[in-house]
């Protein structure tokens, strides 16, 4: 049994709720429960409608919202061949958007925020569901709303997910497929809530894990365009196996890969997830489970427009105390920062967000002398590089031979080593590191 997901573009478009209706009941799907997120740029657009309403402008969300009811009823033409279908189809959108419109005439609290978030999967499922019937498909819509459940922290409950999916399909009419809608939840009160932005990926992997799956398969649309977006993971593409660590390196890559949070349930339960391509089904993707490679260098991944920061201070000599004194000047502005190499008087860190970085250049004044290079891009290689391994850090460095390295980050992690260069550098490395490790 699979749980496979299914992203906004995936279902963005009546076309392509028809690709993935075939590509969810080829060969033997029995059991298989699928999750989708909402029609790519409908959970914007409510969170726009939210905005109107939180800025006391009722009027304005209406009107986005008849927008948007008009974009679904064309959807639901080019979807349904037949009237039934198009007619059942149109009753649950309707309720849905009537719901929307009386929710604006209501007080605006982050309650009514939560609802109308949740109806870009209920929407996307619901056709999605009625398309499948009108193939023939014998299918069940399951209401997430019923088993997926956060606690007071906000963390997913697993164990009443758990309890609650079995019972929920226990007494759901037999079928041999089952939708179901990703990102919403019930909070510990039992009200409407949400796994995050992007949170689809979570639910997959939560009920993967809840229902012991045989795999997790979350689908992505990769069409060949990638290569331009700074986050591309490079590699992952042709990469046939990852260990848990491994891709949670990688997530900081972009989100080709599974976020960290995502790969928690499903590590812990041991049940594998896989990385498909909707534009290439045949191809086996990526496998992310519990069994390491030992010795193996996995993947090369990079990020662009990195800013590196140095402070050095003779002050921090024999010193106690001063790391923590630059750490929370990051943290007093909001700045997460990701590589940290230090000496006996000098940090270097970088940060990807510099909306802060005036003052936190001001505010490391204080301590020491201030360097900040700019434009610089994280290379970072994963895989198995447990410090006791021998010679894989040589091989590495190796490539950067001709490379000028900025900052070297190793030993945090046994599944990476990171390097700092200039992103005008960064082809030369990738294809050097291809050449030397691959
Ligand atoms: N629809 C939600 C979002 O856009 C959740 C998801 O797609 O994963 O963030
Ligand atoms: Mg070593």
């Known amino acids: 049994m699979l749980v496979q997901k299914f992203g906004g573009t995936s279902v963005g ?46 009027d304005g969300a209406c009107e986005v ?16 061949s037949t009237d039934k279908y198009k007619q059942a189809a149109k009753a649950v959108l309707s309720d849905i ?24 999967e209920l929407m996307s499922t619901n056709m999605v569901t009625f398309y499948l019937m009108e193939q023939g498909v014998n299918v069940c819509l399951l209401d997430a709303l019923s088993f997926m459940r956060i606690d007071m922290n906000g963390e997913p409950d697993l164990w009443y997910i758990s309890q609650r999916i079995g019972e929920v399909l226990a007494s759901a009419p037999k079928a041999d497929l089952y939708i179901t809608q990703g990102f919403i939840c019930r909070n510990a009160v039992g009200e409407v809530d949400n796994l995050k932005r992007g949170g689809s990926d979570y639910t997959a992997s939560l009920l993967g894990a809840a ?48 976020h960290p949070t995502c790969i928690q349930p499903a590590k812990f339960t041991n049940v594998p997830v896989r990385l498909l391509n909707t534009m290439d089904p045949e191809a086996p993707g990526t496998v992310i489970d519990n069994v390491k490679d030992h010795g193996t260098i996995k993947a090369v991944a990079a990020k662009d427009n990195i800013t590196a920061i140095k402070i050095t201070s003779g002050r921090m000599l024999l010193a106690y105390g001063f790391l923590r004194k630059v ?18 008087v000098c940090v270097s860190m970088s940060i990807d967000d510099t909306t802060y970085l005036p003052q936190i250049e001001n505010d490391l004044r204080k301590y020491g002398t201030v360097q900040v290079d700019r434009n610089m891009c994280i290379i970072c290689v994963v895989g198995d590089m447990d410090w006791e391994n021998k010679g894989f850090e040589g091989r590495v460095m190796d490539a950067f031979k001709d490379i000028p390295v900025r900052m070297v980050c190793y030993g945090g992690s046994s599944y990476n080593i990171s390097f700092l260069i200039r992103q005008e550098d960064k082809q030369k490395a990738l294809v050097s590191l291809q050449k030397s490790l691959f």
């Not at 409608?49 to 006391?56: D, F, R, T, V």
């Not at 919202?65 to 349904?80: F, Q």
């Not at 990051?330 to 940290?340: K, V």
């Open 211 to 258: 229902m012991k799956a045989d795999e997790i398969q979350i689908w992505t649309d990769i069409d060949g365009m990638h290569n331009n977006d700074p986050r591309y993971v490079e590699n992952t593409g042709c990469v046939p196996h990852l260990y848990f660590e491994e891709a949670s390196e990688l997530a900081y890559f972009g989100a080709k890969i599974l």
């Open 13 to 58: 478009s009546p076309e392509r709720m028809k690709s993935v209706s075939s590509l969810i009941t080829r060969g033997d799907y029995s059991g298989n429960i699928v999750v989708l997120s909402a029609m790519s740029g409908t959970t914007n657009t409510l969170v726009e409608i939210c905005k109107y309403l939180q800025g006391g402008n009722p």
């Open 65 to 80: 919202i008849g927008y948007l009811e008009m974009k679904y009823a064309a959807h639901v033409e080019a979807l349904y």
């Open 327 to 344: 750490f929370e000047i990051f943290e007093s502005h909001q700045t997460s920062i990701d590589m940290i190499s230090t000496s006996e």
């Open 97 to 120: 958007f009537n719901e929307l419109r009386s929710i604006t005439k209501a007080v605006f609290t982050p309650k009514e925020e939560k609802i109308i978030l949740s109806k870009g």
